[in-house]
Nanobody
Framework: QVQLVESGGGLVQAGGSLRLSCAASGRPLSSYAMGWFRQAPGKERELVAGITSGASTNYADSVKGRFTISRDNAKNTLALQMISLKPEDTAVYYC??????????WGQGTQVTVSS
C-alpha cells in the first residue's frame, strides 16, 4: 500500500510561483514513474508532468517552460515547481504513482488558485 500526501497549494496572483510537494509512504517509489495531474472544475483530469524512475520528464504543452517536476528518491518525495502561473492553471493538483502500466495510487489533492 502506498500513501501520497500533497502540500504547497494556495492562492497566488497571476505571474506568481508555487512549489507543490508530494510525500510518499508505505514503500520506496524510486523504481516507479510518478506524475502530477490536475483537474479544474468541469474538466477532465489531465497529466501535467511525469517523471520516470530514471528521471526522464515529460510535460503537457500548456506548462512547458513554466513547470518543473523533480523527485528525491532518498526522501521518497515528488515536487512540482510552478512559475509564471496563469489563471487557467487553477485546479486541484494530484500526485500519483504508476505501477503495472497504470497510475495506481493517488494523493488527496491540493488546491491551486491563480487570480488575475
Amino acid at each position: 500500500q502506498v500513501q501520497l500526501v500533497e502540500s504547497g497549494g494556495g492562492l497566488v496572483q497571476a505571474g506568481g510561483s508555487l512549489r507543490l510537494s508530494c510525500a510518499a509512504s508505505g514503500r520506496p517509489l524510486s523504481s516507479y514513474a510518478m506524475g502530477w495531474f490536475r483537474q479544474a472544475p468541469g474538466k477532465e483530469r489531465e497529466l501535467v508532468a511525469g517523471i520516470t524512475s530514471g528521471a526522464s520528464t515529460n510535460y503537457a504543452d500548456s506548462v512547458k517552460g513554466r513547470f518543473t517536476i523533480s523527485r528525491d528518491n532518498a526522501k521518497n518525495t515528488l515536487a512540482l515547481q510552478m512559475i509564471s502561473l496563469k489563471p487557467e492553471d487553477t485546479a486541484v493538483y494530484y500526485c500519483a504513482v504508476r505501477m503495472s502500466g497504470t497510475y495506481r495510487y493517488w494523493g488527496q489533492g491540493t488546491q491551486v488558485t491563480v487570480s488575475s
